[in-house]
Structure formats: structure tokens, C-alpha cells
């Protein structure tokens, strides 16, 4: 075959070794394709492994979701212990204030105080014993605990004084009745808990046994099969490579045999061993054809390219001549346009000269070099 580009005679022994690279190219895309696809890829590989890694994870994945679902139970009881403590303890404490307030309304009444005297008006102005209406304040006749019901009074803040020390220390160990109980309910709740995670760890250090002795189990299984699947895959190759070399040896193909690749008017290319020196001599003679066939049409497109470049010359040439003989006739149209313009104002000039006759001067030849110059 007579390559165009360099034009040197390309021989069989080219021809197979572009073969031979067209070969191992193919075979090099194919290996990457079986390498570097993600997917497909199980060259070096475990796939029964990897298969057995799966259903560990899933078996990790099952443990611990349950988990997590008996610590969200454990956490939504414990918020319900919770709101009902603080539930109990808000109750208890509406419950106190009550008591408190009632005990204040009840007992702490404004005329039990021990200064209560010093303020009662009622008292003050019906006192008729141990004063009398000239024993006011001015008079200094009387001061606090001079009274003549020093004792009763002293006797009865007293006994006051027990009854509300008796109230505090029922409420004090009643509210430390409350508050024992309420750590005793919260201790027996954490020991629940405790038992239940305990119970639960448990639970799953089981579950983690059993599956570990399963997963053994099945990799030994798996083990086995496999070896025995090679011993097999081994053996059957060792017969398929006998037999193949067999086949090559008593076949056609190594014998290089050109009458095993005709099949009547066709040629199977399987078995095709090179073509014919008449062939050859066809291809050669068709490929000069063609080289000429090529330079004959790259000579009539270079003659083409050379004509429009000559036309376009041409064209760019008449432009140029037409662009200036345009602007030489508007020069010639500028400078009559200037005479005329000179012209008209000369006459109007003069003609305003024959109506100022009087008031005017005769024109000097100063003025008509600014309408000659004006006119340029």
C-alpha cells in the first residue's frame, strides 16, 4: 500500500506488525475496562468475602438500631418520671403556700401583735382604766409593757410563740417527708434502669456470640466450597489447555494453509494468510492512481484559490480608483460652493451699500480678503 503523505511503499512486514499493535491495543483496553470498572471489577477479589462482609453489617446495623430504639424507650420513661415528680413537687408546693396563707389569715392576725397596742385607735380612745383622757402621749403617762395586762399578754405571746414553732417543725418534717420520698422514688428508678441496660448488654453480648459462631460457621462452609471449586476449575483447565494444544498441533491454522481461507467466491478472515503478489501489484497500481488523481485536484484548487485572489485584487483596486474620484468631485463641488458663497455675499454687500450710501464708507480691499478667505 503507497501512503499519500510520506510516499514510501508500505511492506508485509508493516502490515503485521500494524496488526499486531491494533492487537495488544485491544487487549489493553480491554484489561483496563475489566480493571478500572467499580462496578464489574472481582479480579484479586473475594466476592463471597465481601458478600459475608454485607450481612455482617446489615447484622451491626439491625443491633443497633434496636439499641437505639430501647434508649429512646428508656428516655421517653424517664421524661415521664420526670414530669410527674415535677408535677407532684409543684403540687406540693401550691399546697404549702395555701397552708401558709390560711395559717397567716388564721393565726397571724393583726391583733395578736406584740405591737398591736401601740397602734389600736379603737383602744386608745375607749380606754377608760389605767389612763384616763389626760393620759395621751404628751402626758408620758404610760409606756410599752407598763400596761396592768403586762402578764396575760406576755403569757399569751407565749403560748403564740409555741403554737407557731410547732407549726414550723410539722412543716419542716413533713416537706423532708416529701423530699426523702422523692429520692427514694428517683433511686428505685435509676435502679430500673440500671437493671434494664444491664439486661440489655447482656442481651446483646449474646446476640454478638451467636452471630460471630454463625459468621464462623459460614466462613469455614464457604471455605471448604471454595477449595473444592478450584481443585475443579484447576482440573478443567489443565484438560481444556491439553486439549487446545492438541487442536493447534493437528489443525490448519499453523499450517499456514491459503486454501483454508477461500469458501468459495468469499475469504474467511479467521484463517486468511496474506494476499497474492498479483494483489499487491492491483492495490500498488490503484494507490498510484489515486496519488495522481490527489495532485491533479490540489493543482486545480490552488488555480482556483489564485483566481479569486486576482478577482478580489481587481475589485480592491476599483474601489480605491471609485473612493477617490469621489472625493476629487467633492472637492470641486466644495470649491464652486465656496465661489457662489463669495459671490452672493459680494452682491449683498453691495446692494447694502447702495442703501447706507450716506452713513457708509467706500469698501476697502481689507474687506474683500476676509470673504476671500472666508471662500478658501
Not at 500500500?1 to 508493516?14: A, F, G, Q
Request: with cysteine.
Amino acid at each position: 500500500m503507497l501512503n499519500p503523505s510520506t510516499m514510501e511503499v508500505v511492506t508485509d512486514k508493516d502490515l503485521n506488525q500494524e496488526a499486531n499493535l491494533t492487537k495488544r491495543r485491544y487487549t489493553e483496553l480491554s484489561r483496563q475496562g475489566r480493571i478500572f470498572d467499580a462496578r464489574n471489577r472481582i479480579i484479586g477479589g473475594d466476592a463471597h468475602a465481601w458478600d459475608i462482609q454485607v450481612h455482617d453489617q446489615m447484622i451491626r446495623k439491625e443491633t443497633e438500631k434496636a439499641r437505639h430504639e430501647t434508649f429512646a424507650a428508656e428516655m421517653r420513661y424517664n421524661d415521664k418520671i420526670m414530669c410527674l415528680l415535677r408535677d407532684r413537687e409543684q403540687r406540693n408546693r401550691r399546697q404549702l403556700c395555701k397552708a401558709l396563707n390560711e395559717f397567716q389569715k388564721n393565726s397571724q392576725k393583726s391583733e395578736t401583735r406584740r405591737e398591736f397596742d401601740l397602734y389600736d385607735l379603737g383602744s386608745l380612745r375607749s380606754r377608760m382604766s389605767d389612763s384616763g383622757k389626760q393620759n395621751n402621749v404628751s402626758g408620758m403617762q404610760k409606756f410599752m409593757g407598763e400596761d396592768l395586762n403586762v402578764q396575760q399578754r406576755k403569757r399569751f405571746q407565749m403560748e403564740q410563740n409555741r403554737e407557731w414553732y410547732r407549726q414550723q417543725q410539722r412543716a419542716w418534717e413533713k416537706a423532708r417527708a416529701n423530699r426523702k420520698l422523692a429520692e427514694d422514688l428517683h433511686n428505685q428508678t435509676r435502679l430500673k434502669f440500671d437493671e434494664a441496660a444491664q439486661e440489655l448488654q447482656n442481651l446483646e453480648c449474646a446476640t454478638k456470640k451467636k452471630v460471630c459462631a454463625a459468621t464462623k460457621e459460614f466462613n469455614k462452609q464457604q471455605a471448604i466450597e471454595m477449595a473444592e471449586r478450584k481443585k475443579k476449575e484447576k482440573q478443567k483447565e489443565q484438560e481444556d489447555n491439553l486439549a487446545e494444544i492438541n487442536n493447534l498441533l493437528h489443525s490448519e491454522l499453523l499450517l499456514e494453509n491459503q486454501q483454508q481461507a477461500r469458501s468459495g467466491s468469499h475469504v474467511v478472515p479467521s484463517h486468511w494468510k496474506g494476499m497474492s503478489r498479483e494483489q499487491l501489484e492491483e492495490i500498488r497500481y490503484v494507490q498510484k492512481q489515486q496519488i495522481q488523481e490527489k495532485l491533479r485536484l490540489q493543482e486545480e484548487e490552488r488555480q482556483r484559490v489564485m483566481d479569486w485572489d486576482r478577482r478580489r485584487i481587481q475589485k480592491a483596486r476599483v474601489s480605491l480608483l471609485q473612493e477617490r474620484q469621489q472625493q476629487r468631485f467633492q472637492r470641486e463641488m466644495r470649491r464652486a460652493l465656496d465661489c457662489s458663497n463669495f459671490s452672493l455675499a459680494r452682491e449683498q454687500y453691495l446692494q447694502k451699500k447702495e442703501m447706507d450710501a450716506a452713513s457708509s464708507s467706500q469698501p476697502t480691499e481689507e474687506y474683500y480678503s476676509q470673504f476671500n478667505t472666508g471662500g478658501r
